[in-house]
């Protein structure tokens, strides 16, 4: 089974600060994927950033990163510059890497972040 | 803009209604997802369809009925539902092979009255 927490139910950042959202997950799998996704309160479910657990490299898109420390079981969420439209829910989620391709992700709870003018 | 369609966007209906929530995409992926998902909670997995064949259904009432007419379309009917079972639909898909990234419609708000 997996598990994935995150420990931040909401934030409050300054526009233009950088941001860490935290993700710890749990699993016996040893290859999977991680992946953050942003919904706005318009209920879209937006795909922002994915890293693989046999990646060497962090992975980057845009201004988002993702700092993935495996043997810490961590998959942290970096937004640089952060922007008034920023302000949404964030869902870190994996996916196993099981046969056939078509599992579903399994989700923490999210973090709401607020950016402040 | 998503390229995952979901209509209706909005959908109210009464206990002994029946209506059906659709979605279609066009970026050739063989698996499709339909996630219910409510307020202040995170995504729950409900169907899981690979190739046009049911792979997973997560113990879900039969009230909701999944079908994919061909590897574009998927639809959800609903019957006889609940008002508990207010929630966001979120129709996703994704390449059928491992570790690549789901990607989401704008869901369906559906209020049972």
């Known amino acids: 089974a997996q598990k994935i927490t995150q420990t931040q139910p909401g934030m409050f950042v300054q526009e233009k600060e950088a941001v860490t959202l935290d993700c710890t997950y749990d699993?016996?799998?040893?290859?999977?994927?991680l992946f953050w996704y942003k919904q706005p309160s318009s209920g879209e479910m937006i795909f922002l950033i994915y890293?693989?657990?046999?990646?060497?490299q962090n992975a980057t898109e845009g201004r988002y990163s993702l700092n993935f420390q495996k043997a810490r079981k961590s998959a942290n969420l970096v937004i640089s510059a952060s922007q008034l439209g920023d302000s949404a829910m964030y869902f870190c989620?994996?996916?196993?890497?099981?046969?056939?391709?078509?599992?579903?992700?399994?989700f923490g709870k999210g973090t709401h972040l607020i950016i402040q003018p | 803009d998503t390229e995952v369609t979901q209509t209706p966007k909005h959908l109210v209906m009464g206990m002994t209604n029946k209506k059906s929530l659709k979605c279609e995409q066009h970026?050739?992926?063989?698996?499709m997802y339909w996630y219910k998902q409510k307020a202040k909670k995170p995504p729950e997995l409900m169907f899981v369809y690979s190739y046009e064949k049911l792979s997973i259904n997560e113990s879900v009432p039969s009230r909701f009925s999944p079908e994919c007419p061909n590897s574009s379309l998927l639809n959800l009917h609903l019957h006889a539902l609940q008002p508990e079972d207010s929630a966001l639909y979120l129709c996703?898909?994704?390449?059928?092979?491992?570790?690549?990234?789901?990607?989401f419609g704008e869901g369906s708000w559906l209020t049972v009255v």
């Open positions: 890293q693989g657990s046999y990646d060497e």
């Open positions: 989620a994996m996916r196993p890497n099981a046969g056939g391709g078509a599992d579903g992700l399994t």
């Open positions: 970026m050739g992926h063989r698996a």
């Open positions: 699993t016996s799998d040893q290859s999977y994927g």
């Open positions: 996703a898909s994704s390449q059928a092979r491992p570790l690549k990234p789901i990607y």
